[in-house]
């Protein structure tokens, strides 16, 4: 096994700038001398993950002076994760079944290494039963509950068992064995329409659907078996009274190895895309004290009905009348988990891996508060004007707002890596805390205005969008909220102005440095074809530029003269003043427009512009004359293209095939998640580009169909 050892520096480790939140109760949290004679201390761990959860874990192991051991796949050997660890280990090609889910390699490296324990953060392998066995097989501290209490949260019928019997108030359903369409049919028949139907192994929005009567009853079910078969190897199937705009609220809770249980408040998910989280926010607003502590009270209830041990997440459902309903239990640590730590003021990495060592809980039920509100929001390479089709490639530029004061960034990336198509396309996760919600939500609004990325769409534009919205800022939130709310979330983008002035002011100067630049480089300085200023005698140098704006484009005129710019368009003309300050190809501009003052930053990046404004970012492109442009390999509209980069997994189509609009061609996988690529339209298939396992970018050719009059009549 090949492995790279990387000593992590004192610079790096101060470029991670923890938030304000105190950590007195983890630093006033010492061994007692019976456990610690009873427990090997941990001196090694291995973080079996990667990204930016592998960072986080580090960076609390640090801090308690544990060595850490990194695993990583061939597409992260340059990533953030590796460069944090004191050792790193080659596992297995970019594929996750090839490495980070094979437990065996896992295994391997932890004993090579030495570690005493396992963290596995979340996703992979954190909710595997099999590796928690493995581990205790093996000797090696699993960061996490008994695999018993993973089995049993796992399975969603098992789990709603367990907590009926425990008192936790469960959702009206079948969970039962007989799985006959038949036998499905009349439950759902039974417990009124509309139902939700879920895979029983199911998460993350996989192996889950709404049905809302019984016609489209078997359809549904199909669909949903589908799903669970591919993404479980299950499709065992529970139907449940789906209760509409529910709000999704979750509780933190910890137990450990003494009988000893808390929680630590809940927390608001409600607001998702595709079934997934998006934003998150703690406590949760609206909530009585007395609907908190029934909450808090019932998961406990649910963790100590499993023996839990370790950090896991208790989520219900909850109606308009704040009655909740248990879903289902995470046995592992939640992405979101930050926004607790910040109204709590603990590090719940450390209580991890203190009671993973034998230590009981830092503190009892009555000496938990909470103060003030938190807010996490999920950065994704994604485009939410595109069904937030995920996205992949490399991260250009990164600016991120200024940690501290209440503001933490989670991240695995820095400038320069890429967003991989094997994995989860979060870039980051952004924590802001404030002393109420109002403050928090306007300090978060004001963090994302100050996160500029370049390279990939990102979801940056409508967080803050959503952010904005009056009834997200009246805490009117359910889980049907972008739905809903769509034409407000994804408005017509319409470039001002301002704007526009701001981007031609920014490009004629921009392509003015470019120009001094090359004139520095070139091997005949003298030369007066080297400089082309557009210097002119006694007037102003004038340029004529044409921007892109998607498929519009835009004629504007720029005459110069230090600082004072006169822009023309659409028959109107303005004077700016502007004072800039350029760092390479990007310019902090201010510009005076009509005696109006406003601020951007703008990246220039090969042909496109990147402008940075207070209502979040705009891109325009530059046209590439016509004898640059190449024209092999275009797409035309009856070909069928890659709706976004990713990996093909199989290819449904020969050469020859006769299909139907809506036939399926091809399915591709991309950060986790299947896509199936249909037929544009009726026609034989004349060429098939692709063949599985291969990868492609957005917007390639995968099957092209030979050219039909007849089907374009």
């Known amino acids: 096994m090949a492995s790279l050892r990387a000593s992590k520096t004192a610079s790096f480790l101060r470029s991670w700038r923890r938030s304000d939140i105190s950590t007195s109760l983890c630093r006033s949290w010492n061994r007692p001398a019976s456990q610690a004679a009873a427990a090997a201390p941990m001196e090694k761990l291995l973080i079996a993950n990667r990204g930016e959860i592998a960072c986080r874990v580090m960076r609390t192991a640090h801090k308690l002076g544990i060595k850490t051991v990194a695993v990583y796949s061939e597409a992260d050997a340059d990533s953030m994760h590796v460069a944090m660890a004191d050792e790193a280990y080659l596992i297995g090609p970019p594929a996750a079944g090839e490495s980070y889910l094979c437990m065996d390699k896992v295994m391997n490296v932890a004993k090579e290494s030495g570690a005493q324990a396992i963290h596995p953060g979340y996703g992979f392998l954190s909710e595997n039963t099999e590796f928690a066995e493995l581990c205790a097989r093996e000797g090696v501290t699993f960061v996490g509950p008994p695999a018993s209490a993973i089995r049993d949260m796992g399975i969603k019928s098992t789990s709603k068992t367990i907590m009926s019997a425990a008192g936790v108030p469960i959702i009206q359903g079948y969970h039962g064995e007989d799985q006959s369409l038949d036998r499905l049919k009349k439950e759902a028949k039974q417990i009124g329409y509309p139902v939700m139907i879920k895979a029983v192994r199911g998460g993350g929005g996989k192996g889950m659907r709404i049905c809302m009567s019984e016609e489209e009853f078997e359809t549904q079910l199909e669909s949903a078996m589908t799903e669970g078969r591919k993404s479980f190897g299950d499709d065992v199937m529970l139907i449940e009274k789906f209760v509409e705009t529910p709000r999704h609220v979750e509780v933190q809770v910890f137990g450990d190895s003494h009988g000893n249980y808390v929680y630590l408040f809940e927390r608001d998910c409600s607001v998702q895309r595709r079934h997934q989280k998006i934003i998150e926010e703690a406590p949760a607003p609206g909530i009585s004290e007395e609907v908190r502590q029934a909450l808090g009270e019932a998961a406990v209830k649910a963790a100590a009905a499993v023996d839990y041990v370790g950090a896991g997440t208790v989520e219900f459902i909850m109606d308009k009348d704040f009655k909740f309903y248990f879903m289902e239990m995470n046995t592992r640590l939640q992405v979101e988990h930050p926004i607790t730590e910040m109204i709590t003021s603990t590090d719940l990495v450390e209580w991890q891996l203190r009671v993973a060592g034998g230590e009981k809980l830092p503190v009892a039920q009555e000496q938990l508060k909470f103060t003030g509100h938190a807010f996490e929001a999920r950065i994704y390479a994604e485009d939410p004007n595109n069904s937030f089709m995920p996205g992949a490639g490399p991260l250009l530029h990164i600016t991120t707002p200024v940690e501290g004061d209440g503001v933490r960034i989670e991240t695995g990336v820095r400038q ?232 093909v997994e199989r290819v449904m189509v020969a050469e020859g095939t006769q299909v139907e609009k809506g036939d399926p061609l091809v399915v591709m996988i991309a950060m986790k998640m299947e896509y199936v690529i249909r037929a544009p339209r009726s026609g034989v298939v004349q060429r098939v580009a692709f063949q599985p396992g291969q990868t492609v970018n957005r917007g390639t050719v995968l099957v092209h169909f030979k050219e039909d009059e007849a089907a374009h009549d």
């Open 416 to 647: 320069g890596d890429e967003v991989s198509v094997h994995y989860d396309p979060m870039i980051a996760k952004l924590v802001v805390w404030a002393a109420d919600r109002q403050s928090a939500l306007r300090r978060t609004r004001t963090a994302l205005q100050d996160y500029h990325i370049v390279g990939v769409n990102t979801n940056i534009k409508f967080l803050l969008d959503l952010a904005a919205h009056p009834e997200f800022q009246a805490a009117n939130v359910h889980t049907d909220f972008i739905p809903q709310h769509k034409d407000q979330l994804f408005p017509q983008s319409i470039l001002s102005a301002q704007t526009l002035c701001h981007a031609a002011v920014a490009m004629v100067t921009l392509q003015q440095s470019r120009t001094v630049r090359r004139s520095q480089i070139t091997q005949d300085p003298f030369s007066p074809f080297s400089w082309c200023s557009g210097a002119r005698v006694n007037q102003a140098a004038s340029r004529q530029l044409l921007l892109c704006d998607g498929d519009e484009e835009v004629a504007v005129e720029v005459e110069s003269d230090g600082g004072m710019f006169v822009v023309r368009m659409d028959g109107v003309e303005r004077e700016v003043v502007a004072e800039m300050k350029e760092d390479g190809d990007r310019l902090s501009l201010t510009c005076t427009i009509d005696g109006v003052k406003t601020s951007s930053t703008v990246i220039m990046q090969g042909n496109s512009l990147h402008i940075f404004t207070l209502d979040g970012s705009h891109e325009l492109h530059i046209p590439v004359p016509k004898y640059l442009q190449s024209t092999e390999g275009g797409a035309s509209d009856d070909d069928a293209v890659a709706p976004m980069p990713g990996v």
